[in-house]
């Protein structure tokens, strides 16, 4: 689950160590990485919670502008469900909004995530550790941190409907 928690950051901040465009390309294709093996992430909600990424697939582009500089990551899932379970509960929900992740030149990522996705951080720097399905557009911006593996939320500002997928899981 650690390469998928923050579903996409995580997954951006590994490609972005290995990215290296092709000499006269802008935008390189792939498969988008799904947790198709349970997984068990620690650290979002008071408990150990389950993640398996249960149908689905999709892409991630790189774009690079003219000099070969990475400017943007758009992650685009098609059709993805995604499953968590806790404390004798499941959760199954759609996880097929588009995320793009801007790198910026402060060393953070602005992270725009739309549709039905979610979002989850630790709280390592801001002290608040969540688990959100989200339905609408959620702009991030964070740093990722190579001790854990994971971005660390540096913000948060979300639009439309948030549900707490610790609150759930814990009922």
Same mark, same amino acid.
């Given at each position: 689950?650690?390469? !998928?928690?923050?579903?996409?950051? %995580?997954? *951006?901040? *590994?490609?972005?160590?290995?990215?290296?465009?092709?000499?006269?390309?802008?935008?390189?294709?792939?498969?988008?990485?799904? $947790? +198709?093996?349970?997984?068990? %992430?620690?650290? #979002?909600?008071?408990?150990?919670?389950?993640?398996?990424?249960?149908?689905?697939?999709? +892409? $991630? $582009?790189? %774009? #690079?502008?003219? &000099?070969?500089?990475?400017?943007?990551?758009?992650?685009?899932?098609?059709?993805?469900? !995604?499953?968590?379970?806790?404390? =004798?509960?499941?959760? $199954?929900f759609?996880?097929? =909004?588009?995320? !793009?992740?801007?790198?910026?030149? &402060?060393?953070? &990522?602005? @992270?725009?995530?739309?549709?039905?996705? #979610?979002?989850a951080?630790?709280?390592?720097?801001?002290?608040?550790?969540?688990?959100?399905?989200?339905? =609408?557009? @959620?702009? @991030?911006? !964070?740093?990722?941190?190579?001790?854990? =593996?994971?971005?660390?939320? @540096?913000?948060?500002?979300?639009?439309?409907?948030?549900?707490?997928?610790?609150?759930?899981?814990?009922?």
């Amino acid at each position: 689950m650690r390469r !998928s928690i923050l579903l996409v950051v %995580v997954s *951006v901040s *590994v490609l972005l160590l290995g990215a290296t465009p092709a000499s006269a390309l802008t935008k390189v294709r792939s498969p988008l990485a799904l $947790t +198709t093996a349970p997984a068990v %992430v620690r650290g #979002f909600c008071p408990f150990p919670v389950t993640y398996q990424d249960i149908s689905g697939s999709g +892409t $991630t $582009t790189l %774009v #690079f502008d003219a &000099d070969g500089n990475l400017v943007r990551i758009d992650i685009h899932p098609h059709g993805v469900m !995604s499953q968590l379970s806790a404390n =004798g509960n499941t959760f $199954t929900f759609n996880n097929s =909004g588009p995320v !793009s992740v801007f790198p910026q030149p &402060d060393g953070t &990522d602005l @992270v725009a995530v739309r549709g039905t996705s #979610f979002v989850a951080d630790q709280g390592l720097l801001t002290g608040d550790a969540f688990f959100y399905l989200t339905a =609408g557009r @959620v702009v @991030v911006v !964070s740093v990722f941190n190579p001790d854990t =593996g994971f971005n660390d939320f @540096v913000s948060i500002s979300a639009s439309g409907l948030v549900t707490d997928i610790c609150a759930a899981l814990a009922a």
